[in-house]
């Protein structure tokens, strides 16, 4: 049985979600941003599936400022967050690329409204925006 230099333990160092985030290159952010953004809607139950999933694409064709009166289930679900600022309370995106998911994860159609895209057709859409570096780097 060996017996260990306490001088040659090396200490695996925790590393924070945060500092793992800021670690990567601007399209691995995106790209972890939007797989996230899809998980969090994949496991909404169906009926508030549909409804979040009209509101991001609401959301993602406006330019006004969100609110919680305007997309009540984005506000609920954790999509829009609320931050005090001098004192009053603003409203804003949990992400700066909130709303291109809406045109990268969601299709429509009249016969069943609006849909999460398979998660391998999300893929594919999400590579193809960032090899064409179609994305505004908001971080």
């Excluded at 924070?16 to 985030?21: C, G, L, Q, R, V």
């Excluded at 045109?103 to 893929?123: A, K, M, T, W």
Aim: aromatic share 8%.
């Amino acid at each position: 049985m060996a017996i260990l230099n306490p001088q040659e333990v090396v200490v695996s160092q925790a590393v924070s979600p945060k500092a793992e985030t800021e670690a990567l290159s601007a399209p691995q952010r995106y790209q972890k941003e939007m797989e996230s953004l899809w998980q969090r809607v994949n496991q909404l139950p169906d009926g508030q599936k549909s409804v979040v999933l009209h509101q991001l694409v609401q959301f993602g064709k406006l330019s006004l400022h969100p609110s919680p009166q305007a997309f009540p289930a984005l506000a609920t679900h954790g999509f829009l967050v609320e931050q005090a600022v001098d004192g009053q309370s603003v409203w804003h995106p949990c992400t700066p690329h909130l709303k291109e998911f809406g045109r990268l994860g969601i299709s429509s159609s009249f016969e069943d409204g609006y849909s999460l895209h398979p998660r391998q057709v999300f893929h594919i859409n999400l590579q193809v925006q960032i090899q064409t570096q179609n994305y505004r780097l908001l971080w």
